[in-house]
Nanobody, 120 residues
Framework: VQLQAYGGGVVQAGDSLRLSCAFS????????VGWFRQAPGKEREFVAR???????SYADSVKGRFTISRDNAKNTVYLQMNSLNPEDTAVYSC???????????????WGQGTLVTVSS
């Protein structure tokens, strides 16, 4: 499985940006895909996830501003980010999980991240 995140850039506070995660190598619909981010000097944190049945989950910090979606025909997951603020500045990465145990998704595959910088 290969994942590639792209779509990052430099935007101003209040702007929107859409990230894409291109998936290849296996049957895309068999995987849940999550977005994670890591800000400078901080640990990586969960942002959003879309499951096998399109069930979605978001971190509290992005609820109401970010929307995750998937296009199985294009093997791509999107992260629409609205009302961006400087605290959203981070490297955003996507990861794929084929299994889940006890509510914990096993993200076995990770793609390289894309940098999002939000200026005030």
């Amino acid at each position: 499985v290969q994942l590639q995140a792209y779509g990052g850039g430099v935007v101003q506070a209040g702007d929107s940006l859409r990230l894409s995660c291109a998936f290849s190598g296996r049957i895309f619909s068999s995987y849940a895909v999550g977005w994670f981010r890591q800000a400078p000097g901080k640990e990586r944190e969960f942002v959003a996830r879309i499951g096998w049945s399109d069930r979605k989950s978001y971190a509290d910090s992005v609820k109401g501003r970010f929307t995750i979606s998937r296009d199985n025909a294009k093997n791509t997951v999107y992260l629409q980010m609205n009302s961006l603020n400087p605290e959203d500045t981070a490297v955003y990465s996507c990861a794929a999980a084929a299994t889940r145990a006890g509510g914990v998704y096993n993200y076995n595959y990770w793609g390289q991240g894309t940098l999002v910088t939000v200026s005030s």
